[in-house]
């Protein structure tokens, strides 16, 4: 049976990290909130999944994954479980720890990228937190993002298999979700990422090299692929931006 | 040769959580931090692997666990070898995924609980984000910390193999970051967790369940439990809490 992906409907989000470790591993999967309502897809399936009293292991959040008779749920452990089963991680103990070990910050970026946009609140607007996202976004280009990309830098060029991939020699589901949080960081912050695109020219490599494998490619250019937007984790308010 | 643990000094923070797993096992370990630095601990032993040129896979912050030849990073990863090597979590994938997913969800939490102090930037001091913050720690005990605990309790009430636990029928390391959580919470926020922990009556039985357990219990009473105190990611600025 194919895969079941559940996320919120009309953005990249979380869902996104996903979307790519599939499209990459060639997994058979079906994005269900983006399926009929008439035929038991949707949103209410997601919600069901999430509110139903009878399930006994449900998710906190989306996104989550049916797969082989498990509901996971939680992007790196999603990814874990991918990487495992699908060519998308090394086999042995010390290269999975370190692959999820890297996903994590990954996922911290994600979640600081989101932050600077709702850095009060997930329940209030962003013009009602707008005072407080401009000081964060301030905080985040100037000290963070270069803190995090730096540091990704490091790990490519300490790679003693090249500075082609983050772990080894071989893509694993941490080079996507670089790619993916080097895209969105670009969508959501030209002119920073303008700046501070040249201090990480391995990063950047690595991001074009991920946007140009076929099967990447071939994602990319579907209507698969949502577009970025305002509603998404990665949002192009250009007062939060570098100033011009 | 024993484990060595690295976290900053002076605070529980997330090397709590570390902790509390190594202690639970009865692993021997170091703290290396508080050790001497004239006997090459202290914190310069933590901070020549973050900045160490040499490292090939360098932790992006403390905690960081070096075990059996390696230097893993990132809690929910370091819970996930402890996990899997020292008795504090199921052998099966299913089982192994979902102690992952919550302990994931459990760090989301201590995310959060963070950034009501600290919403802006870790640059900044509390005094510097005070208005920012008294208006994240509303949100996140009105709305946050319900959800939070509302699921985890949800989670003990399903568990088929009964509430005492919440992964089948025996201590996990996601029992005891909950446990912290809930000591965490209840340092940081005394008369908002007297008006949640009422609702919430397995999530509350199980920190004291935990608690009771004889090495915990003995942990907690020695010196080697860090107090809580303002430095750390659960902090108690009256203003904070609820209103009295």
Chains 1, 2 share one sequence.
Not at 35 to 55: N, Q, S
Not at 127 to 138: I, V
């Amino acid at each position: 049976m194919a895969y079941e992906l559940y996320y919120w409907p009309g953005i990249q989000g979380r869902g996104e990290f996903v979307r790519l470790a599939l499209e990459e591993a060639g997994v058979p999967y079906v994005d269900v909130v983006r399926g009929a309502e008439t035929e038991g897809a949707g949103l209410p399936a997601l919600l069901r999944l999430m509110d139903g009293k009878a399930i006994e292991r449900p998710p906190f959040a989306p996104p989550f994954l049916r797969a082989r008779g498990l509901l996971i749920g939680q992007t790196a452990n999603i990814l874990a479980f991918l990487g495992a089963h699908h060519g998308l991680a090394p086999a042995g103990e010390a290269d999975r720890l370190w692959t999820n070990q890297l996903q994590l910050t990954l996922c911290d970026v994600v979640q600081e990228a989101h932050d600077t946009h709702h850095p009060i609140s997930v329940s209030l607007y962003y013009d009602e937190q707008r005072a407080e996202a401009l000081r964060r976004a301030t905080d985040f280009l100037d000290n963070r993002v270069p803190k995090f990309l730096g540091y990704f830098e490091r790990v490519l060029e300490h790679n003693p298999e090249g500075d082609g991939h983050l772990v080894g020699a071989a893509l694993t589901y941490a080079d996507l979700s670089l790619f993916q949080i080097v895209a969105g960081l670009r969508y959501a912050f030209p002119r920073a990422m303008a700046r501070l695109g040249k201090r990480c020219k391995r990063v950047t490599a690595l991001h074009d090299a991920v946007a140009a494998r076929p099967r990447i490619a071939a994602y990319l250019a579907s209507e698969r692929r949502v577009p970025f937007c305002e509603q998404g984790i990665f949002r192009h308010y250009d007062e939060l931006d570098d100033p011009v």
